[in-house]
């Protein structure tokens, strides 16, 4: 086996877990950059090479995760801290703020890089942890500095994730933030985006839609709602956002999308085409269990994330379902 063939397997085997392959010598960095040169490979970070289409066919948040671990083994005295170290915790971090990877330096440090995709933050918090491996900026900072960085709708991904796996409780962030908020830019945006916070969402995309309901003037929806299917007595499925208006009516809200069925029905034992068809079945379900709800008075709204993302639109729709202002 020459030194390509060599390198070509431990690239593979890197990309099957997800990971970076470091280059140890000159002469296998050489090599690895031979093969980047020719487009069969990639070096996200230098020093660090990944089979070119396993890399760009990885989530977001893994090809995250693969830098954090590739820094952390070429740098190991280096903490991660704002996106970088709120992946490192398992947060939920909008794939459209991973594009660089952040360290904290202490006070007073003039630490330059030469490379643009990693940036560096003042350490305000010296108590650090070890997550996932790597050395980062505790829970409540991470969550602290992410909220004070990115707005509203991003925010609230993120504090909700860490509220819906446990990481942390309410009233250990509203502490936290009181503590550290004096003379912070964005604490004021911080606060505001921690009082919504709520970790019955289930993932991002909820919170995000959620951000934008809010911004919007609606009132605020019940989440998670558990709710008897009336043609099916003793059946319940909970849903994404709940209404209950005065009048006693209710509106439910769906996030919806095909990948989302894909996602939840499909198999990796099975073929493309049986995750389709079971992917289509699980819509006709839905479809059966929204003409029942109907039936029973409940006005049920279907939209997906792009739909939201088209404010003026997704105003228009939930205004003409009936969904209260704030």
Same mark, same amino acid.
């Given at each position: 086996?020459?030194?390509?063939?060599?390198?070509?397997?431990?690239?593979?085997?890197?990309?099957?877990?997800?990971?970076?392959?470091?280059?140890?010598?000159?002469?296998e960095r050489k090599?690895?950059?031979?093969?980047?040169?020719?487009? #069969?490979?990639?070096?996200?970070?230098?020093?660090?090479?990944?089979?070119?289409?396993?890399?760009?066919?990885?989530?977001?948040?893994?090809?995250?995760?693969?830098?954090?671990?590739?820094?952390?083994?070429?740098?190991?005295?280096?903490?991660?801290?704002?996106?970088?170290?709120?992946? #490192?915790?398992?947060?939920?971090?909008?794939?459209?703020?991973?594009?660089?990877?952040?360290?904290?330096?202490?006070?007073?440090?003039?630490?330059?890089?030469?490379?643009?995709?990693?940036?560096?933050?003042?350490?305000?918090?010296?108590?650090?942890?070890?997550?996932?491996?790597?050395?980062?900026?505790?829970n409540s900072a991470?969550?602290?500095?992410?909220?004070?960085?990115?707005?509203?709708?991003?925010?609230?991904?993120?504090?909700?994730?860490?509220?819906?796996?446990?990481?942390?409780?309410?009233?250990?962030?509203?502490?936290?933030?009181?503590?550290? #908020?004096?003379?912070?830019?964005?604490?004021?945006?911080?606060?505001?985006?921690?009082?919504?916070?709520?970790?019955?969402?289930?993932?991002?995309?909820?919170?995000?839609?959620?951000?934008?309901?809010?911004?919007?003037?609606?009132?605020?929806?019940?989440?998670?709602?558990?709710?008897?299917?009336?043609?099916?007595?003793?059946?319940?499925?909970?849903?994404?956002?709940?209404?209950?208006?005065?009048?006693?009516?209710?509106?439910?809200?769906?996030?919806?999308?095909?990948?989302?069925?894909?996602?939840?029905?499909?198999?990796?034992?099975?073929?493309?085409?049986?995750?389709?068809?079971?992917?289509?079945?699980?819509?006709r379900r839905e479809?059966?269990?929204?003409?029942?709800?109907?039936?029973?008075?409940?006005?049920?709204?279907?939209?997906?994330?792009?739909?939201?993302?088209?404010?003026?639109?997704?105003?228009?729709?939930?205004?003409?379902?009936?969904?209260?202002?704030?």
């Amino acid at each position: 086996m020459n030194v390509n063939e060599n390198l070509r397997r431990q690239l593979s085997c890197a990309s099957k877990r997800n990971h970076l392959l470091i280059a140890h010598t000159p002469s296998e960095r050489k090599s690895l950059k031979l093969l980047a040169a020719r487009g #069969a490979a990639i070096e996200p970070i230098p020093g660090a090479f990944s089979l070119k289409k396993e890399y760009e066919h990885m989530n977001p948040r893994a090809r995250e995760r693969a830098r954090i671990k590739a820094i952390h083994k070429l740098h190991p005295d280096w903490t991660f801290c704002l996106y970088s170290a709120a992946i #490192a915790h398992g947060l939920q971090v909008p794939h459209t703020l991973l594009d660089a990877t952040h360290i904290a330096i202490a006070k007073g440090r003039n630490w330059r890089k030469a490379e643009p995709t990693i940036h560096s933050h003042i350490l305000h918090d010296p108590i650090t942890t070890t997550s996932d491996g790597v050395p980062c900026t505790n829970n409540s900072a991470t969550i602290f500095e992410c909220l004070c960085a990115t707005d509203f709708r991003f925010g609230l991904a993120i504090v909700d994730s860490a509220l819906h796996n446990h990481l942390v409780s309410r009233k250990t962030l509203i502490d936290y933030f009181e503590q550290h #908020a004096r003379y912070r830019h964005g604490s004021r945006q911080a606060h505001m985006t921690l009082m919504h916070a709520d970790g019955r969402s289930e993932n991002g995309g909820e919170s995000v839609v959620r951000a934008i309901i809010l911004e919007l003037g609606f009132a605020e929806p019940d989440l998670q709602v558990e709710i008897e299917d009336p043609l099916n007595p003793g059946t319940y499925k909970r849903v994404d956002y709940y209404w209950l208006l005065e009048d006693g009516r209710a509106i439910v809200g769906e996030l919806d999308g095909f990948e989302k069925y894909l996602k939840t029905h499909g198999n990796p034992r099975k073929s493309p085409d049986e995750n389709l068809r079971s992917a289509i079945k699980a819509m006709r379900r839905e479809r059966m269990r929204e003409t029942s709800l109907n039936l029973a008075g409940i006005t049920v709204l279907r939209f997906s994330y792009a739909d939201a993302l088209d404010t003026e639109k997704f105003f228009s729709l939930l205004s003409t379902a009936g969904v209260p202002l704030a």
